[in-house]
Nanobody
Framework: VQLQASGGGSVQAGDSLRLSCAVS??????MAWFRQAPGKELEFVAG????????NYPDSVKGRFTISRDNTKNSLYLQMNSLKPEDTAVYYCAARPQAGITIARENYYYWGQGTQVTVSS
């Protein structure tokens, strides 16, 4: 099983970015995005269930970020709009075989390598 995140970059505040995560090997029931800013803990950013109907976001990104998935391509996405400097972090895609979106990192067993997002003011 491999998760390959891509799409990061350096943008200005207010810009948009779309992250992608290509999954190979199997389809996972629950997938999520996490991020880690320098000197900070890993933070849950968004989660989605298998059908794509159920989604979960923390207040820090709600209304600006949208998680989606395409099961025909076995891919996960994160559309990030109205980016802020505080969104600067390395973003990771994660997956777990079980149903149920959870914000706890220890419940995700498969991780991508991370993609850097830098937002300047």
């Amino acid at each position: 099983v491999q998760l390959q995140a891509s799409g990061g970059g350096s943008v200005q505040a207010g810009d948009s970015l779309r992250l992608s995560c290509a999954v190979s090997g199997r389809t996972f029931s629950t997938m999520a995005w996490f991020r880690q800013a320098p000197g900070k803990e890993l933070e849950f950013v968004a989660g989605i269930n298998l059908s794509g109907v159920r989604k979960n976001y923390p207040d820090s990104v709600k209304g600006r970020f949208t998680i989606s998935r395409d099961n025909t391509k076995n891919s996960l996405y994160l559309q990030m709009n109205s980016l802020k400097p505080e969104d600067t972090a390395v973003y990771y895609c994660a997956a777990r075989p079980q149903a149920g979106i959870t914000i706890a990192r220890e419940n995700y067993y498969y991780w991508g390598q991370g993609t850097q997002v830098t937002v300047s003011s």
